[in-house]
């Protein structure tokens, strides 16, 4: 098969640089409604590094089906042979490409909560035992998501994704340092007002090696230490529902107030355990080239000048200890065009309308980055 040049090169830096195979490791391409064409030039990349590459095909419609009349009996074994495959593999790579992100949006709460309990120990030992990086493939919904043509969607989404992400570490490892430092945050802006500490907490880069697109520090409120309100202003889509201008309130940690678009379905997912209404990571995203959410987590997570802060579990690094089933990844922009707003550490403004202010986390602004990263 004659392959695209730029697949060759993104398939290339999933193996070579986020991942970093080496010889005689496995990996299993996990290839949810993308082209044959992006799994080949995987399975060549690790070859040709002396892995071993396994392929499992998924298709959005048959997964429904099956979630659709999701029992115990019927999951329990699926979830004990995925984890034993699993724990065969040194790394993960997933790329998701369903041209519909509301083919779930039908599955009854319930068994959308049945399967996620079940297949939550093939997901806890992928994410923490085993190097791994997910990303989605462009299709005509996506583009029609972003509000582009699919041909300037597919240019957009190759030129975000080959980035060189290695670029990125200098100011992400000042932010880190600053993170790690750092007791109180405040966040202010249009309808948000949050405190809470994240002292002792940590903070953990991603540069390309766990999603892509990339750019983004994240780090954990101590559980019980969120107070205030925020108001979000990027749209998200999850399990299959879509939301809009989404407000959590706190108190002592807890969400306890939480309306949107859909307040119904938000309280129903809040719901889901107890550790869903505890937040399970605080983040600041800085990608360059991502400036418009498009309800696709993975990249509007990324967005210049925004920060998420996502109800549910929490990363073994980088965490407080909470546990759910539930991590939602909600996303406020502060750039002007979106309200502005403000960051402080314990005191200091670091960033202000999506701009950092300290001289050396200013490596991180778009007009820096861009350029560097670009290949």
């Known amino acids: 098969m004659i392959i695209d040049p730029r ?3 993104l398939a290339d830096g999933l193996i070579g640089f986020s991942t970093a195979l080496k010889k005689g490791e496995r990996v299993l391409i996990d290839a949810f409604d993308v082209p044959d064409a992006i799994v080949i030039a995987l399975i ?5 590094r002396g892995a071993h590459p396994l392929v499992q095909n998924h298709r959005a419609r048959i997964t429904r089906e099956l979630s659709l009349g999701a029992e115990e009996a019927q999951f329990a074994p699926h979830a004990e042979v995925e984890l034993m495959r699993m724990q065969k593999m040194d790394a993960y790579i997933a790329l998701r490409g369903s041209d519909n992100i509301f083919e ?6 319930a068994k959308v909560q049945l399967v996620s309990r079940l297949m939550k120990p093939v997901l806890d030992h992928r994410v923490g035992k ?3 990086v997910v990303l989605r493939w462009p299709t005509p919904a996506m583009a029609q998501q972003a509000g582009m043509s699919t041909e300037a969607f597919e240019e957009f ?3 975000v994704c080959t980035l060189d992400y290695s670029t990125f ?10 993170m790690d430092a750092t007791d109180r945050v405040r966040i202010t802006g249009p309808g948000t007002d949050l405190r809470f500490s994240i002292k002792g907490i940590g903070a953990v880069p991603c540069g390309g090696l766990r999603n892509i697109p990339d750019g983004e520090v994240f780090s954990c409120p101590v559980k019980d230490s969120v ?6 202003n990027a749209p998200t889509v999850y399990l299959g529902s879509s939301f809009d201008n989404i407000r959590l309130a706190f108190k002592a940690g807890k969400i306890v107030e939480a309306t949107s678009s859909n307040t119904k379905r938000l309280n129903e997912i809040l719901d889901s355990d107890a550790g869903a209404r505890y937040i399970g990571e605080f983040a600041i995203g800085f990608n360059p080239c991502i400036l418009e959410p498009m309800r696709d987590i993975l990249f509007d997570e990324k967005i210049a000048g925004s920060f998420h802060f996502t109800p549910g579990q929490a990363y073994e690094i980088g965490g407080n200890g909470n546990k759910s089933q539930v991590h939602w990844d909600m996303v406020c922009i502060q750039r002007p065009e979106y309200g502005g707003g ?19 986390l200013q490596k991180l602004n778009p007009d820096q980055l861009l350029g560097k990263a670009a290949k």
Request: aromatic letters at 10%; zero cysteines.
């Open 7 to 9: 697949i060759t090169q």
């Open 44 to 48: 060549r990349a690790a070859r040709a």
């Open 104 to 109: 779930d949006s039908d599955v009854p709460a």
């Open 130 to 132: 085993t190097k791994w």
């Open 157 to 159: 989404y190759l030129r």
């Open 169 to 178: 570490t200098p100011g992400m490892a000042a932010l880190k340092k600053l």
């Open 227 to 232: 107070e205030g309100h925020v108001q979000y």
């Open 342 to 360: 403000e960051i402080w550490f314990d005191d200091v403004l670091i960033r202000k309308d999506g701009l950092f202010v300290p001289k050396a």
